[in-house]
């Protein structure tokens, strides 16, 4: 569980434990996050660590992974299993994708460009945060790998339209559209610390003359709130699927009615996540509504799922319940922290391999088949 005081950030490793050398030497997720504290400047590791209020989703997210079982099959043969699965067209190793999180030049001066040349060597998609720290089209021409971008629909709509037409120009593949920020949720780690867009840094591909730049206020709400917009609406969807030839994404969704609306507004994907814990604190795991959100989405639209993910062991977890593919944010944060680009790799080099470990011991042999299987394979405990 973490805790309130920063002691424990949310993977649960020993800040006095020691610390791997290097990103090479790490064998775990957690380890990455270890090495990362260390190199990270504090006030940006409370930005990318912290939840909303009393961090109870935060800390909720990754234990609710832990409870479901796996019911594994024996004397399957798994010589020839694959990870290898479709998104929007786009054959992919993994079932697995870059969530979408905001300013990584904290974390690493190679940012977002690090991460999406890390994602783009392993042939998986990326999806960039409206609040990155580096222009949609740099952050293109440094991967070919399928690159998504995601989007807050901001209080004047022409500029949403203008950057996704931007952005679509530049060639990003699809659009995560938010929905579960019409205000920014409370996290008092950033209060406490004054956060705001650091010296030295832009939000590049939301700036616009004369307007503000996030480099004032005292948290995310009072740095960032002319990001958002709290009118929005499902029309705000289909305007947006309308505007573009590129598949949309709704992100931030934990319920299967809103699942249904997103896709009768024009969604391709649908997306579940509580934003990593970090708005509505009391919201629910993202592992104990997927299944219900899925079984809405089947055979209508592409479903991801983010929050709390690992270890690879959850991909699986995730596939089973309905998911087609798992996004992860923070562990890629670490690997950024830790070694930029190596760290990156490093961190999909585990899931993936932990992935595959999985579906060997689970008797398993492709995300298809972990689709099919379902509730056979992956329950609940008790």
């Known amino acids: 569980m973490t805790s309130r005081d920063g002691t424990s950030p949310a993977a649960g490793f020993n800040p006095a434990a020691p610390r791997p050398a290097g990103v090479d030497a790490a064998v775990n997720l957690a380890d990455l996050e270890a090495l990362a504290a260390s190199r990270i400047e504090r006030t940006a590791w409370d930005y990318y660590r912290s939840g909303a209020w009393d961090e109870t989703t935060l800390a909720r997210n990754t234990d609710a992974w832990r409870e479901l079982e796996i019911h594994y099959r024996g004397m399957v043969d798994v010589s020839g ?39 783009g060597a392993a042939g998986l998609p990326m999806c960039l945060s409206s609040l990155s720290t580096t222009a949609l089209e740099d952050v293109r021409a440094a991967t070919s790998g399928p690159l998504w971008m995601q989007i807050y629909i901001s209080q004047d709509r022409g500029f949403t339209r203008d950057l996704v037409a931007r952005a679509e120009a530049a060639g990003i593949e699809a659009f995560a559209v938010t929905a579960d920020t019409p205000v920014w949720g409370i996290r008092e780690r950033d209060m406490r610390n004054g956060f705001r867009v ?100 089947r055979g209508r639209a592409t479903v991801v799922v983010d929050g709390g993910v690992r270890r690879g062991i959850d991909i699986l977890r995730a596939v089973a319940l309905g998911a087609d593919a798992v996004a992860v944010g923070r562990p890629i944060l670490w690997g950024l922290g830790a070694g930029g680009e190596a760290g990156v790799r490093r961190a999909l080099d585990i899931l993936r391999a932990e992935f595959e470990l999985a579906m060997a011991l689970a008797g398993v042999v492709s995300p298809a088949e972990i689709r099919t299987l379902g509730r056979d394979l992956v329950r609940r405990r008790g």
């Open 81 to 119: 299993r694959h990870g290898r699965t479709t998104l929007f067209g786009r054959e992919v190793p993994c079932p697995l994708v870059l969530a979408p999180t905001a300013m990584q030049k904290m974390a690493h001066p190679d940012g977002e460009c690090a991460a999406a040349r890390a994602a």
């Open 198 to 297: 650091p010296d030295g840094l832009r939000i590049v591909n939301l700036e616009r003359p004369g307007g503000p730049t996030g480099h004032s206020g005292v948290g995310i709400g009072g740095a960032l709130s002319w990001t958002i917009d709290a009118t929005l609406t499902w029309k705000d969807v289909e305007m947006l699927a309308s505007s573009t030839s590129r598949p949309v994404l709704v992100k931030g969704l934990c319920r299967p009615d809103d699942v249904r609306a997103a896709i009768d507004s024009g969604a391709k994907g649908v997306w579940i996540s509580n934003h990593g814990g970090r708005q509505l604190d009391g919201a629910p795991a993202t592992a104990d509504v997927l299944a219900e959100c899925a079984g809405a989405a």
